[in-house]
């Protein structure tokens, strides 16, 4: 009686949904609503940009700033922007550089994350560099799974 009565109660809402104009959104739960992804963010320790952590970079001078988005898929996903944040410790959350998804298409040609692979996406923003060096990085990635839903991963890196 209890599989009848939640197929009936789905029915009602999207039926009722599609009289009000109003948009019903049944969203995964328990173990499957957990992200297919795992991702990392690092600055590359090669990169003469390095520099812009304190050394080498003065107040107002623009410079960019590579850091290495590492994603390891365990189901097949399509990455929708990323959100990439400084921090200094002077206040909460820092300048967002936001890379959104036709942006990412341009510059790496395929955003999708085949299940069971890992994947290196380089982002190379334009930043400008503050009174205090930058002491963490932030990214804030969205992913498409095949089902339509959205998943955030958010990750953090401290510089050095």
């Not at 809402?13 to 328990?30: D, H, I, K, L």
């Amino acid at each position: 009686m209890r599989p009848l009565f939640c197929s009936v109660t789905v029915a009602l809402a999207v039926t009722s949904s599609g009289c009000s104009g109003s948009t019903v959104v049944v969203a995964p739960a328990g173990p499957s609503a957990a992200a297919p992804v795992a991702v990392t963010i690092s600055q590359p320790s090669h990169s003469p940009e390095a520099a812009f952590r304190g050394f080498g970079c003065q107040i107002g001078s623009v410079i960019t700033a590579p850091f290495d988005v590492v994603v390891v898929a365990t189901a097949t996903v399509d990455m929708q922007h990323v959100t990439l944040r400084l921090l200094d410790g002077s206040h909460v959350g820092g300048p967002a550089i936001t890379f959104p998804h036709a942006e990412l298409t341009n510059q790496f040609h395929a955003t999708v994350i085949v299940g069971g692979t890992t994947r290196v996406f380089r982002l190379q923003p334009v930043v400008a560099c503050g009174a205090s060096p930058w002491r963490a990085a932030s990214a804030d990635i969205a992913f498409r799974d095949r089902s339509g839903a959205v998943h955030v991963v958010t990750t953090t890196t401290a510089l050095q």
